[in-house]
């Protein structure tokens, strides 16, 4: 667990960076620090592992205030990875990974095993532990900083802007890969970025900052688009918040219909799904024979945003429903979903 208390950090030109921040991590969640530029994310963070010192108030790890501790000593059990990973250039990928273990005494035998075991961890193939830094993709380099951060096997994980320079596929699939990684690791993680749909994506709980380091909302997800403090919050939310926050219920009581689905191209009247000899879906026939390409597919048991954006992306206006090996389950109708969503307010 982190526990900031009454934490206010200002430098020596003045600029108040944190005010006043109280806020409890959970130990094994993910919590976001999200915000415009400048509010005070980085320096919050970085005041875990003493970078930076606070001007008052406290900062605990498992209850101890961390200026009593030695930072050398409490950076072995806090990883930190930060944006475009920061990986020594002139060592190879494996001697990267195998930098903190072999820091703590390791042989270099069994710190490089253990550095291989981590790059499997983080879905790196092992032939490129051989490789240097610059011969990865961005992608590539920001696993190997996870790699490097998880390599002490430290409780607490900080990452900072961890996935802001690489493309938005390349994001996503990091995002993925961190959800992933932490149910099998269950550490403490906090996680700063300025990107609110990053934050919904992976915070268990998001903190918004607003300039002059000041704690905006302290929220899971659901409730910071459902509920925002405040107009600051609202806004930076973004003005789709009521349809986002859809990704938060669940599709329990929208009931799934049986459809009418063909192998072949259609007979014309009526919309009829094509599927394969696997019944997963190949898109629609349309009335008049032709066929098109099918809308997004909601895989039962989801969210309900998905139930929803099936029914609305099909040509034929039934949301295709498949089951978790991708074939066909039946179909949806938006006003169904709809109801369900009425039901959920009430
Ligand atoms: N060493 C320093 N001396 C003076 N001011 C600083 C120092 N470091 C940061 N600041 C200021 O403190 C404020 C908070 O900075 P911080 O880096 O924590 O913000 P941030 O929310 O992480 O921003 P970004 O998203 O741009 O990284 C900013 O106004 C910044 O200019």
Redesign the pocket.
């Known amino acids: 667990m982190i526990e900031f208390r009454g934490v206010t950090k200002r430098?020596?030109?003045g600029?108040i960076?944190v005010n006043g921040l109280d806020l409890v991590v959970e130990a094994g969640t993910i919590t976001v620090f999200v915000?415009p530029?400048?509010?005070?994310?980085?320096?919050?963070l970085r005041m875990v592992n003493r970078m930076i010192d606070p001007t008052e108030g406290t900062v605990l790890v498992d209850g101890k205030d961390v200026l009593t501790v030695d930072p050398p000593k409490l950076r072995l059990g806090i990883g930190y990875v930060i944006q475009q990973a920061g990986l020594f250039p002139h060592r190879t990928v494996l001697d990267n990974v195998a930098t903190v273990p072999l820091l703590s005494g390791w042989s270099k035998a069994k710190a490089r095993s253990r550095a291989a075991e981590l790059l499997e961890l983080v879905g790196l193939p092992a032939e490129l532990g051989k490789r240097y830094p610059v011969q990865l993709s961005g992608g590539q380099q920001q696993r190997v900083g996870v790699a490097r951060a998880l390599a002490a096997d430290p409780p607490v994980l900080l990452m900072d802007e961890p996935f802001s320079a690489v493309d938005p596929v390349v994001r996503e699939g990091l995002q993925d890969e961190l959800l992933r990684l932490q149910a099998e690791l269950d550490k403490t993680i906090v996680f700063?970025t300025?990107d609110i749909d990053e934050a919904v994506r992976i915070g268990e709980k998001v903190a918004v900052?607003r300039e002059g380091?000041i704690l905006a909302q302290y929220a899971p997800p659901a409730e910071l688009l459902v509920r925002p403090a405040d107009d600051f919050v609202a806004s930076f939310v973004g003005k789709d918040r009521g349809y986002r926050s859809l990704s938060f219920v669940d599709a329990s009581g929208v009931e799934v219909l049986p459809a009418e689905t063909v192998r072949a191209p259609a007979a014309s009247g009526g919309w009829q799904l094509l599927v394969d000899a696997e019944r997963r879906p190949q898109g629609w026939s349309g009335p008049d024979g032709t066929v098109v390409p099918g809308g997004s597919l909601y895989e039962q048991g989801g969210a309900i945003r998905g139930a929803l954006d099936a029914a609305l992306s099909s040509p034929s206006g039934l949301g295709v429903v498949v089951d978790t090996d991708g074939r066909f389950a039946g179909v949806v109708e938006a006003h169904q979903v709809l109801d369900v969503i009425e039901s959920h307010r009430g």
């Open positions: 430098f020596d030109d600029t960076a915000g530029s400048g509010c005070g994310k980085t320096t919050s700063v300025h900052f380091g």
